[in-house]
């Protein structure tokens, strides 16, 4: 009898996952919604709609973008944490989703209720000054502002810039230093330009780049190991004495219980997407670098981000109720 039973119980196993090989093989078969969680004109709104076509093209139905900001990405990422893990709905995401699992303890999820499925773009943080600004570089800026108060504009409080430039003057570089937060890249760059702030952090891809080009920004510094190829005039930290690495990027998540076999659907689709020239050529233009690996890379890179930045949360002693 015993025998019978164990039997009985490995053939209902058995058919589960067969039932689950199966519907991975068809899937998708309807629209696949991408909840983004920034407001449209972003990077991860922009980055979304990059890859939601492209995996239209390739999966053979419509990526439907949907737009839910607020809470610091958190609404967004709630959502999806409590859809069905039928690899219908998806969470587009910046590094916010990492730093928010130390940051906003109270946000009715965990990290662990998500699925990472594919990181597909990062950008390094930098410090950008106006063009009037005497410094030539971070090293120059750093030693001027020794004894000071300076001030600091980022896109708003909780993001990555604020996090790793406050981690950065406080614990590396041992500045006083204010931060100024804005509702947004735009109005930071634009008070960076006019000279109502000493210093901006921001990531390259943050449109700080562009600005840099046109020479509207001086770009002081990247927190990479080595320069950008769209900014090469542009030192690293390290250069400037200080090695500090930190970037955010933007990545695609699922609910936790979403089966291996369409993640790895998912993220095998969305490799294709990435891998096209043209593509990396735009996002290099603009000052990122895009990003490939498996679905357990993927998962791998974010369960060592939410490390990293919880350690800095931590260490600043940074809460959000």
């Known amino acids: 009898m015993r025998f019978f039973k164990q039997a009985f119980i490995a053939l209902v196993i058995l058919g589960a996952l067969n039932i689950g090989v199966v519907r991975a093989q068809s899937y998708p078969t309807r629209d696949i919604t991408f909840i983004v969680a920034f407001a449209p004109g972003g990077v991860a709104d922009t980055l979304a709609r990059i890859v939601g076509k492209g995996l239209s093209e390739r999966l053979g139905h419509t990526v439907v973008v949907e737009n839910r900001g607020g809470a610091g990405g958190n609404i967004a990422a709630a959502t999806v944490a409590r859809a069905a893990p039928d690899g219908y709905t998806l969470l587009v995401t910046t590094t916010a989703v990492a730093i928010n699992e130390t940051l906003r303890p109270n946000k009715g999820f965990a990290a662990s209720d998500l699925k990472p499925i594919a990181i597909v773009a990062s950008s390094p943080e930098s410090f950008v000054t106006g063009p009037n600004n005497p410094a030539a570089n971070l090293a120059e800026f750093l030693k001027t502002a020794k004894g000071k108060n300076i001030t600091f504009a980022s896109a708003g409080v909780g993001s990555g810039s604020h996090i790793a430039a406050e981690y950065f003057f406080k614990e590396i570089a041992k500045i006083s230093a204010t931060h100024v937060p804005f509702q947004g890249g735009a109005p930071a760059i634009a008070a960076t330009i006019g000279g109502q702030v000493d210093v901006m952090a921001t990531t390259l891809g943050g449109g700080a780049a562009a600005q840099i080009a046109h020479g509207k920004l001086k770009g002081l510094g990247v927190a990479s190991v080595k320069r950008v190829s769209v900014t090469p005039n542009v030192p690293t930290y390290a250069e400037a004495g200080y090695p500090f690495e930190a970037s955010s990027w933007v ?71």
Do not use: H
Not at 269 to 295: C, H, N
Not at 308 to 320: F, R
């Open 251 to 321: 990545g695609v998540f699922a609910p936790a219980g979403t089966s291996p076999e369409i993640t790895a659907k998912l993220n095998a689709a969305i490799e294709e997407v990435m891998k096209d020239p043209a593509l990396r050529q735009k996002l290099t233009a603009i000052g990122f670098d895009p990003m490939e690996g498996s679905q357990a890379q993927a998962e791998t890179y974010f369960k060592s981000e939410v490390a990293k930045w919880g350690k800095m949360v931590k260490t600043l002693g940074l809460s959000i109720k």
